[in-house]
């Protein structure tokens, strides 16, 4: 009963936190602009702050900063780049928050679920809460390599008629960063956005070649990577742009072919297990089926 009561209010505490941080994080842009402005002019411990504001989230800060410099510096830097490559959803400390609380809310729930199914026996509970802390702990980096998975799938998938829309404005007379505007403007994706990013960039005064390196380095897909270096060494040495771009539209369509037939032969590997698993019982209940039955009635007459 004091394991089950313990547990209902860890999970009630974690749940609590998790939608009051949830709550402030859900913002469009405009409201988060505006929260930062009354930050500098009011501090969050006011009386007229809200609770969530003076106690749940400088909590859970203070959580997340004790434990970030504790963490392997390599570790953190790598969160940090698929962050980015995820699109930059959340900042690293927004993240490892979010795993703070998942680290918090699932063993209280594991504690809650398996003291109440198992009546309190001990190793099932332990093992259940252990269980279920790794799963929290994990589970927001396995969002994370999928949304980064997912989003370079996409980026992947619009390269060609990006490098090809750029091909054609340059050959046509327009610069490069003319043909980067029609790209932006024309096509629609995350490829789009991470170049209208580098354009707004480009446009407040920063040096186009580090906005197409910080483009690489955001997009995080060796053949953006490819792209970005034979645009600098082309401006770098003179030649013509055009010829490299028509040069690296040729090489992208020549990867796209070998990356479908690279998949194209794992698509045999990967049906034997259905195969084997689903359609091999079925055929053979459907063909040797009525044979054993005729041949069990046989052996009973």
């Not at 198992?118 to 799963?135: D, E, F, K, Y």
């Amino acid at each position: 009963m004091v394991i089950a009561l313990l547990a209902a209010t860890a999970a009630f505490v974690s749940i609590t936190a998790l939608m009051a941080w949830a709550s402030g994080l859900v913002r469009n842009p405009a409201e988060a602009r505006l929260s930062r402005l009354q930050e500098r002019t009011a501090p969050s411990d006011t009386p007229d702050a809200p609770f969530s504001d003076r106690v749940f989230i400088p909590l859970l800060d203070g959580i997340v900063h004790a434990i970030l410099p504790l963490l392997p510096h390599a570790f953190v830097l790598r969160t940090r780049r698929q962050l980015l490559s995820a699109g930059d959803p959340l900042t690293v400390q927004g993240f490892f928050t979010i795993v703070v609380v998942c680290a918090i809310v699932f063993p209280a729930a594991g504690l809650f679920v398996a003291s109440q199914a198992t009546s309190g026996s001990a190793g099932t509970t332990i093992i259940a809460t252990v269980l279920a802390g790794t799963g929290g702990i994990l589970l927001p980096f396995v969002w994370l390599r999928r949304r980064v998975r997912s989003r370079k799938a996409a980026i992947w998938k619009s390269l060609a008629d990006a490098f090809d829309l750029i091909t054609v404005s340059v050959e046509a007379g327009l610069g490069l960063d003319a043909a980067l505007r029609q790209v932006a403007a024309k096509l629609k994706g995350p490829l789009a956005d991470e170049i209208s990013l580098s354009l707004r960039q480009i446009g407040m005064g920063r040096p186009r070649r580090e906005a197409l390196e910080d483009l690489a380095n955001r997009v995080d897909v060796t053949e953006v990577t490819t792209f970005v270096n034979a645009i600098v060494q082309a401006e770098q040495l003179g030649t013509s742009l055009g010829r490299v771009l028509r040069a690296q539209s040729v090489t992208l369509r020549i990867h796209r072919r070998q990356r479908a037939e690279e998949t194209a032969r794992r698509a045999p590997v990967k049906m034997v297990f259905p195969l084997v698993l689903f359609i091999m019982p079925t055929f053979f209940i459907i063909t040797i089926g009525p044979v054993f039955v005729h041949l069990v009635e046989y052996l009973n007459d």
